[in-house]
Every structure is written in C-alpha cells, then in structure tokens.
C-alpha cells in the first residue's frame, strides 16, 4: 500500500488512479494526518501531491518533517517537492517567470526514478515558485531549459521529488516514473486488481448494512448502474432501486433503463414519473448552479417520500464518483461546480447515512468494476449522463418545448456517431441547448430560431480532455440532419475546446 498525502491539489486522486494502475492500492489522505497514523498504517510509500499554496507563506500546508526520518520513501509532487526542500533546509523562491504547460526536460538515468526513461522526455509543468537550492545531501537528477532543478533525490533515504505532474497523460513517461518509485525504490508486491476492490468492497458493504433496507438512487447511467448491481450483490432483496424520471432524459431514456432493471437484473425496482413536479421547481430559473442544488434536493425529497412506503430505510446509495467530488469543491480543492448527488444535497437528508461506493473511482475504473460485476458492455459503456439531465445541457430557462428539441437533436447526434463507429473512441458526445437564436433562412422564409452546439471530447479520467476531432463529412451531416428533422433550430456549432479551462458539460 501507498498512501497520497493531499496538500490541495487538483490531480490528488488522479495520481493514486496512476498508482492503482500499476497494480500498487491507494489511498489518499489530508495533509495533516498524524504521525501516528501514518506508522499505524506503515505505508510501503508515501506521494506529496501538488497544491495552490506557496510552501514560505504563513499558513501554508505542511506536514511533520519527522515524516522524513520513518525511513518510507517519498515522492514529492511540485508543492510538494518544494515543501520537502523547504522542510529539510533548502531554499524556495518565486519564479521569475510561471512555468506551464509541456517542456522538454534532460533526465539523469542513474537515478532510479528515471531507469529506463528517455534521458530527453516531455513533462508537464504548472507552478509558480521554483527551488533555488536543494537541501543538504539533495542531488538535481533532472532539468530544463527554463527549470535548473526539475527533479532531485536524497537516495540513501529514499527521498525523491519533481517539479512537474507524472501523473497527467501529457507527461509521456510520467507512468513510467510512477512505476519506478513504486517498484524500483518502493519495493511494491504489485497484486492488487480491480476485482480485489470489487471484493473487498461488496464485503465492506455488506458488514456495514447488516440486515438494514437500502434505498439506490439509480439514474440508469453508468455509475449508479454499477453501484446498484454492487449493492445487490452485497445485500440482494434489501436493495430497493428508485429510478427517478425527471423528465430531464434522454429521448426514450426512461423506458430503455426500465426495460434494462427489471428484465437483465433481480432487483426491486420502483420508477417514478416525476416530469412535473421538476419542471414546476425549475420554472424560470437559469443560474446552473441554482439549477443543480434544486434538482439534487428534489432527488432526495423524492427518495424519501417513496423510502416512507417501502418502511424503514436506513441508508441512500449513490453512484457519486471522484470528478464529481473534486469538482464539487470537497477537501481542499476549489469549487468548479456543484453535482447534485455531491455539492447539491440540502442540509437535512432523512436517511441514516448516504452510501457512496464509488467516491474513490475514475470513470475508467468505474467501467473496469462494472465488468468485473457482470454488468453487459452495453450498459459499462453508455454515454455517461449528468444526475441533473437535460437541464445543464439547455442553457437559460427550462421549458417543455426547450427539452424536446434538445431530446431529438442530441438522438440524431448520437446516432450518427454511433453510425460512424466513433462511439467507442470518444469518451462523451453530447448536444447541447443554447441560449442563443439566430437569423436564418429556410424554404426562402426568414427563421429565427435556436443554436444547437455539439460537443465531443476524448478523455480517460474525465479530469483533462481534448475535443474530438470528428471528420467534416460526419459532422455535415449531423449538422444537416438536425436542422432539417428538429423544428425550432437554424445553426449548429461544434465546441472545440479542452478541459482545461473549460469543463465538458456546459454547466
């Protein structure tokens, strides 16, 4: 086991999905845990993540420098090797200039961080500050043009740190690195499986239910797909499912996951036709983030009410999943958006405890867990969908007529991309409502009507993504297609930017 400890940065859980890739378990800690704690749990490894903070301000995150005389190794992370030097004496100064985005550094390859990596390889860099010198008994084992001291080691204790992230995809040989500190300096066994989370997790859950009822809020996408069927397997007939058809779905949503939960798995299925009681609560509101928690506290009343026919009912599960914690702003990170199975729950939630099994997963490792569950690839693979639907996608006011054009445009988007076979090689495709309508001209009449805005983008971990690049033939006909068979839309844009700095969903 290696644990990562948090200093607040955005990519924490990503590294420990890095380190579980490589077959090592993780698990991801604040900053602050004691010492004690960390001996309790005697880590074969410890990873300082990266963070906003400068390591010399007042205030600062830190951590006890005894940590560095337990005698585990370390990898420190941009703050956080930065604030390994600091600790240990060496000195830490703003840069000059910010350093970001993809540089080409120059690796020592004695170093066992760097066996087996190019001696010139490609990192990516995000910070502020730089170390000047490196503590006492430290040696500089990488750099660059802009970065005299891109990476340093103190080998007889095994403390290692980097001034970029290995764990982003735009490092090339940021694995590889992992991989060396967890093996080469850890020393790690490497037989942990997905499907020893899947076991290990169906057992947590089933001691900690015991013979309690459980309430699924189940929305037919992937991960509360994946988290219904775990919970089935752990309790069985004590599960009761509650689809809640919002009427926020995608065009004949409601019935396929019907169809899917009562004919392909044994469980107790309850669907509830709410399409009015949310369009009523979401009459003339815009604001996304008023939007979300609006829809997040009506799921929960809705839960509850059909919670008080079933009897007693002590815990809610729900398919929440690491972006959907990181985004919402929990911990240390900042506050991108609130989801509404997270950021979005109201104060007083009538239910012994919320049961999130997959807080700690990855969309990837989501769908991994699903197949290890037995679940069809047709379901694992679905497009995956916002708890709040249709209603982050339609830009502005809600209206039954905005929902229907948005249902039929984003059916013909999908299936033409489905058509092309592109759907198994972008990571999520969508259309998207705007708020924008424009002039056009059809059958020689002026229209005034709305923009449609697609959106595609290729990602594994749903933290960073690039847009698709769709072929022009493809996208002419999407684009063809929607106009002529939607009423009401006159112009369709297709959204060409990457997350970062935009997110993937609109709102």
């Not at 090689?425 to 009449?445: C, H, K, P, W």
């Amino acid at each position: 086991m290696v644990i990562v400890l948090d200093f607040g940065g955005q990519y924490n859980q990503l590294i420990a999905r890095r380190v579980r890739e490589c077959n090592v378990y993780c698990e991801v800690l604040p900053y602050y845990t004691s010492l004690d704690r960390i001996k309790e749990i005697a880590p074969k490894g410890i990873i300082f993540t990266g963070g906003p903070a400068s390591v010399y301000e007042p205030g600062a995150p830190s951590c006890d420098p005894e940590l560095f005389s337990l005698g585990i190794p370390i990898l420190g992370i941009c703050y956080g090797c930065q604030l390994m030097t600091y600790l240990l004496g060496g000195k830490v100064s703003k840069a000059p200039l910010r350093e970001y985005g993809r540089t080409t550094i120059n690796v020592n390859n004695s170093s066992k961080l760097f066996y087996d990596v190019s001696p010139e390889t490609i990192c990516w860099m995000s910070h502020t500050d730089y170390i000047e010198s490196p503590a006492a008994g430290f040696t500089t084992v990488a750099k660059s043009d802009s970065c005299p001291i891109a990476a340093i080691e103190e080998a007889s204790r095994n403390l290692y740190g980097v001034q970029f992230h290995p764990e982003v995809v735009h490092t090339q040989e940021g694995t590889k690195m992992l991989h060396n500190f967890l093996y080469e300096v850890c020393e790690c066994s490497g037989d942990w499986r997905m499907d020893s989370f899947t076991e290990e997790m169906i057992k947590t859950l089933k001691e900690k239910i015991g013979d309690k009822q459980v309430l699924c809020a189940l929305s037919g996408g992937v991960d509360s797909s994946v988290a219904a069927v775990m919970i089935s397997k752990a309790v069985g007939k004590q599960l009761t499912c509650i689809f809640v058809d919002h009427g926020l779905l995608r065009k004949n949503e409601g019935d396929e996951v019907e169809e899917i939960f009562t004919k392909q798995f044994d469980v107790n299925f309850v669907r509830v036709n709410a399409q009015e009681r949310f369009y009523k609560r979401l009459t003339g509101i815009s604001e996304p983030e008023e939007k979300r928690k609006i829809i997040g506290e009506e799921f929960i009343r809705v839960f509850e009410e059909e919670a008080k026919k079933i009897g007693t009912v002590d815990f809610l599960v729900q398919g929440t999943i690491y972006p959907d914690v990181i985004e919402s702003g929990l911990g240390k990170s900042a506050v991108i958006k609130s989801h509404h199975n997270v950021g979005g729950l109201p104060d007083y939630v009538d239910f012994k405890e919320i049961i999130e099994p997959l807080r700690d997963l990855f969309k990837d490792e989501v769908r991994k867990a699903g197949l290890e569950l037995g679940i069809p690839e047709k379901l694992v693979f679905r497009q995956p969908f916002p708890g709040p639907g249709l209603a982050i996608r339609i830009i502005g006011d809600i209206t039954p007529e905005k929902i229907a054009i948005l249902q039929d445009a984003d059916y013909i988007y999908r299936e033409e991309i489905a058509k092309a076979g592109l759907d198994r090689s972008i990571g999520q495709y969508f259309a998207v409502l705007t708020n924008l309508r424009s002039v056009g001209v059809m059958g020689d009449e002026r229209t005034y009507d709305y923009t449609v805005a697609l959106r595609a983008v290729t990602t594994t971990d749903f933290m960073t993504a690039e847009f698709a690049e769709i072929p022009w033939d493809i996208l002419g006909k999407i684009s063809n297609r929607i106009v002529n068979e939607v009423k009401h839309v006159n112009r369709i844009c297709y959204d060409i930017t990457g997350k970062p700095p935009a997110t993937i969903e609109w709102e």
